[in-house]
């Protein structure tokens, strides 16, 4: 069983910067593909970036060049560094882990999620 706890969340002003942390449990973390997605008030939950077991990322065309997903196996975490915020960047970022690679922007193939953190960037 494994449990992700996201943070780095907070409120910032368009064009600022935010690093977001995701901490797994257990031994398996580095088996895992972790990816990231965001979910806005009455929208569904959007893929925005994966990091394959490899350490290779695949970013949503929305945040390309701007956000970067990485991860530290040895701490168990993945980041997602964010910069040039912009207003609709907002939502609740979640981090996601997921044991096979099919389907990777579908949130329903994930086995396990994290609780969310909100990200609020106001104009």
């Known amino acids: 069983q494994m449990q992700l706890v996201e943070s780095g969340g907070g409120l910032v002003q368009a064009g600022d910067s935010l690093r977001l942390s995701c901490a797994a449990s257990?031994?398996?973390?580095?088996?895992?593909?972790m990816g990231w997605f965001r979910q806005a008030p009455g929208k569904e939950r959007e893929f925005v970036a994966i990091?394959?077991?490899?350490?290779?990322?695949v970013y949503a065309d929305s945040v390309k060049g701007r956000f970067t997903a990485s991860r530290d196996n040895a701490k168990n975490t993945v980041y997602l560094q964010m910069n040039s915020l912009k207003p609709e960047d907002t939502a609740v970022y979640y981090c996601?882990?997921?044991?096979?690679?099919?389907?990777?922007?579908?949130?329903?193939?994930?086995?396990?999620w994290g609780q969310g953190t909100q990200v609020t960037v106001s104009s």
């Open positions: 996601g882990a997921k044991s096979e690679f099919t389907a990777y922007k579908v949130p329903g193939t994930y086995d396990y």
């Open positions: 257990g031994r398996t973390f580095s088996r895992y593909h």
């Open positions: 990091t394959w077991t490899g350490g290779s990322t």
